[in-house]
């Protein structure tokens, strides 16, 4: 039952977290931990996020099928490829090749050395740092239809960086936008639809290693861990592009920071681990062992 009640709360913190620039791989990283729980593994948190995507899925439907209509158009006739939509499915193409290839290259790592809480809590303050700065040198004058092939590049290489738990792949990817001159919402919403090839993909990849045990939850905890953020992520959506029509990212870039503190004044004082349990299980034993559920 524990298990149960663990998932339930990790695919709450999911959804809350997935969309708001404050890292939800760092938040399911931190929070067993304090709890006294076995790290979920990046397995696991790769797949639950296949819940929040389908919710971005869902929320942004209208756009998807109008972008992938109209890029597959564009194919087959000259005219529409000058059309945002047509555009758009270019962008979100090429931005995902970073991702994509590092994440490969590095799988091994994503699982073990990168989910380290020194490395966590750091990225949780300079990424939080980078949100501010990026928001204090934004002009805000570009939106959507103003998008550039660069856009797309650069936020695909930003995104990448949200390999490593603390960085924020929305984060990552709004500071880059911000950067680039767009606008708050322009920003966030193309970091949206920029996440769902790459983040379905990691999570369709690694359906099999939670199937093998490579995480301390079964697959109905992860799969109900993933119905819940799915629900909780639609919400966080809706609220976050009405949330930053009108406001800046102030209040989460102090969160990160003070959240970034407090773990590594936690793990220096030596109340947490600073290695996760798939980290430090014994080189000969496998994960999928180490991982099991008990």
């Known amino acids: ?3 149960w009640l663990q998932a339930v709360f990790l695919g709450v913190l999911q959804g809350l977290t997935e969309f708001l620039p404050i890292s939800s791989s760092a938040h399911l990283r931190i929070f067993p931990d304090i709890f006294g729980w076995k790290d979920p593994g990046a397995s696991f948190t790769a ?9 971005v899925l869902l929320y942004f439907r209208n756009d998807i099928a109008r972008i992938i209509k109209t890029w597959t158009l564009s194919l087959f006739k000259p005219q529409y490829r000058g059309e945002l939509d047509a555009r758009m499915g270019w962008y979100c193409i090429v931005g995902t090749i970073p991702i994509g290839v590092l994440g490969i290259l ?22 939080g740092l980078v949100l501010y700065g990026a928001e204090k040198i934004a002009t805000f004058e570009r939106d959507l239809s103003q998008l550039t092939m660069r856009d797309g590049v650069l936020g695909g290489l930003a995104q990448a960086c949200a390999l490593i738990p603390g960085v924020s792949r929305s984060g990552a990817t709004i500071s880059m936008g911000l950067t680039l001159g767009q606008k708050r919402e322009a920003a966030t919403r193309f970091a ?7 983040v379905v ?3 369709l990849f690694q359906l099999s290693d939670v199937a093998d045990g490579d995480s301390p939850y079964s697959g ?8 819940i953020s799915f629900f909780v992520g639609y919400a966080a959506i809706a609220w976050l592009l009405k949330y930053v029509a009108t406001h800046t990212y102030t ?26 349990d798939i980290e430090l299980a014994p080189p000969t034993a496998p994960v999928a062992v180490i991982g099991a559920v008990n």
């Open 1 to 3: 039952m524990a298990h």
């Open 47 to 55: 797949v639950i996020q296949i819940g929040t995507e389908l919710a």
């Open 106 to 127: 590095f799988k091994d790592d994503i699982k073990t050395g990168a989910r380290n809480l020194w490395l966590t809590g750091s990225m949780l303050i300079i990424f």
């Open 192 to 198: 949206f639809l920029l996440a769902i090839p790459a």
């Open 201 to 203: 993909s990691a999570g």
């Open 220 to 227: 109905g905890q992860t799969a109900l861990a993933t119905v």
């Open 251 to 276: 209040p989460f870039v102090i969160y990160r920071i003070a959240l970034g503190a407090v773990v590594l004044i936690l793990v220096a004082s030596g109340v947490l681990e600073a290695k996760s």
